[in-house]
């Protein structure tokens, strides 16, 4: 992250505000900050709602030490770091944010507390926010829950930021020589979770979905309509990672044996078999919303939001989550 551009008038500006007491002045100031820290936390923390808290007490923060501020880093920065801190006091208090083993045959680990990102809450500029795609997308946060909280803070600070390491260094109370040595563990750790990802986290991305992603997505939801499970079966990969928040486990299944699942839990049966969906992005991922409509109800009602990791045509992995209690999607609740 760079602050060239910035350094200068904001801060100058901002010391002003804080020595005439102007609460104003110091929220527009601020405020404009909200949405990169927001998905800073989030990298942090893998959960929406955590991520506002946080935010929020980023500015509440900031406020409290607002004479503290002499305009040595950039504005931006010195909330970054106020940001950070929030995370690893809040993560240092919270037991459950921590990946937990999984009971199920496949040895992994699983993060209950994964929320999906809407991205309408993203910085409205990708370039000045350095939000990738590939530093959002569920694979991404969830490998970064796997390193420990300070370790996490300093990966995401210099692998994703691109702060030099003397200035994740102040921010974190560490000696350059303990940053340098967390990077150099979080990397490997990375690879490990993600070894058939991109990994060079601060070069240019891709922001759009590609046409085999969208293709799949609608033939996702067209599947569902038409209850055509030998559809749904052939977009699956045979090595599909399938995780059902916040139910334990995530499976690494065959399509025939995904779909038999589902089937035994009793979609597709009857009362379950009377599908709606629209397309959507979270995480700067496809995904497919699915309304469903009883036999007593009139209306399909918001059921789940799947979001799909596609690689050539097929979904690789699919993420779903109960979409009716994720008010921040801003989705219909009927169709």
Known sequence: ?????????????????????????FALLTERHRRE???HCYRMLANYEDAQDMTQETFL???????SFKG????????????????????????DRTPVPSELPDPDSEVQYLQPYPDRMLPEDPQESVVARETIE???????????????????LRDVLGWPASTAADALALTVASVTSALQRARVTMREQLPDR???????????????????VKSYIEAHERNDLDRLTSLLR??????????????????????NGWLSGGLFQHGHDDWRGITTTVNRMPAAVLYLRTPDDPEYRLFAIAVLHIVDGKI????????????????????
């Open 1 to 25: 992250m760079t602050d060239a551009r910035r350094l200068g008038a904001d801060e100058a500006t901002f010391i002003a505000a804080v020595r005439a007491d102007d609460t104003a002045r």
């Open 37 to 39: 820290l927001q998905v």
């Open 61 to 67: 923060r900031a406020w409290n030490k607002r004479e």
């Open 72 to 95: 040595h880093a950039a504005l931006r920065t010195w909330l970054y770091r106020i940001a950070t801190n929030a995370c690893l006091d809040f993560l240092e208090k919270r037991n």
């Open 138 to 156: 569920l694979a991404f946060i969830v490998a970064v829950q796997h390193l420990p909280p300070r370790q996490r803070a300093v990966f995401i």
């Open 198 to 216: 991109r990994l060079d986290w601060r070069s240019p991305a891709t922001h759009e979905l590609s046409d085999d992603e969208r293709g799949a």
């Open 238 to 259: 045979d090595d599909l990672r399938f995780a059902m928040l916040p139910d334990p486990g995530t499976v690494t299944t065959t399509a025939k044996d995904a779909v």
């Open 316 to 335: 690789a992995e699919l993420t779903g989550f109960d979409a009716a209690d994720k008010p921040w999607l801003d989705l219909p609740p009927t169709l």
